[in-house]
């Protein structure tokens, strides 16, 4: 998780190519903040009433983080990809078989807190080497077409935020 010591230094970060200070570090930094809202919505809960869904086929807070963590591990692998390859089609998840091998609900709220904070920390720290030069780069995203990076990573970070809005409602009808 990036700290405000650290979040202070990336953002005086200049760009290798460009010379010009980091234009996208917002985006990043929108990422970084998902990580932290999440922990302070889960933080000093009872895992019981995290496991509760909040109306009869939604999804409980744990299995939303879940999803999330999922997410999250896969979208860094989608920008590796993109940043480091040449047109590459870009990997989803089986969301349904991840949830049922990985048995979100059982797992200890805290322990799924940090797996999604070190995931969106992955994708941050490769986020925070790619120059702005190379946000452009681009990939095939099997339902959603050519996307770039810059795209990539706000459409993911929205798809986030709409995940953490959903575990604040069911953390507030528990």
Request: charged letters at 25%; hydrophobic letters at 45%.
């Amino acid at each position: 998780m990036t700290t405000g010591d650290d979040r202070i230094r990336v953002q005086n970060r200049i760009d290798f190519v460009t010379g010009a200070v980091r234009r996208y570090l917002p985006d990043a930094d929108a990422l970084t903040q998902i990580a932290s809202d999440v922990q302070a919505l889960i933080a000093n809960r009872n895992g019981a009433s995290l496991r509760n869904a909040p109306a009869e086929g939604e999804w409980s807070a744990l299995r939303t983080l879940g999803h999330m963590i999922a997410y999250a591990r896969v979208l860094h692998d989608q920008l590796d990809r993109m940043a480091h390859m040449t047109d590459p089609v870009l990997p989803m998840t089986d969301d349904a078989a991840v949830a049922e091998q990985e048995d979100w609900e059982s797992r200890d709220p805290e322990e799924l807190t940090a797996l999604l904070t070190a995931a969106i920390g992955e994708a941050v720290e490769l986020l925070k080497h790619v120059p702005d030069s190379s946000w452009g780069r681009a990939g095939l995203h099997p339902t959603m077409g050519r996307r770039s990076i810059v795209q990539q990573v706000r459409g993911a970070s929205a798809h986030l935020r709409s995940h953490v809005e959903q575990i604040e409602a069911a953390v507030a009808s528990a």
